[in-house]
């Protein structure tokens, strides 16, 4: 079985920080590019972060630049997304995604994890 999950979500108040982790299962990321994105009720999901695993290259939207980092752990098979400084605006279910190679393909989406940042 092909599977991305994503973990560590939840509830921070404005400020605080979060790290959210991307595990894959049933293959390896060697080949692939990780992409997180998230979707905010009524609106379009949208890119954040994505690395491209074989050498590490990292890309940001410019809203989260300086705030989030996206970072790799290949024994682990996980990317994760260190976020830092939350707003209440980056509220919603964050996913990953993985693509071979290309951060512009998503061949696989996790089932996404919910972040909230409200005081």
């Known amino acids: 079985q092909l599977q991305l999950v994503e973990s560590g979500g939840g509830l921070v108040q404005p400020g605080g920080s979060l790290r959210l982790a991307c595990a894959a299962s049933?293959?390896?990321?060697?080949?692939?590019?990780i992409g997180w994105f998230r979707q905010a009720p009524g609106k379009e999901r949208e890119g954040v972060s994505c690395i491209i695993i074989s050498d590490g290259s990292t890309s940001y939207v410019d809203s989260v630049k300086g705030r989030f980092t996206i970072s790799k752990n290949n024994a682990k098979n996980t990317v994760y997304l260190q976020m830092n400084s939350l707003k209440p605006e980056v509220t919603a279910v964050y996913y990953c995604?993985?693509?071979?190679?290309?951060?512009?393909?998503?061949?696989?989406w996790g089932q996404g994890t919910q972040v909230t940042v409200s005081s």
């Open positions: 995604a993985a693509g071979l190679q290309r951060c512009s393909r998503r061949d696989y």
């Open positions: 049933g293959f390896t990321l060697d080949d692939y590019a």
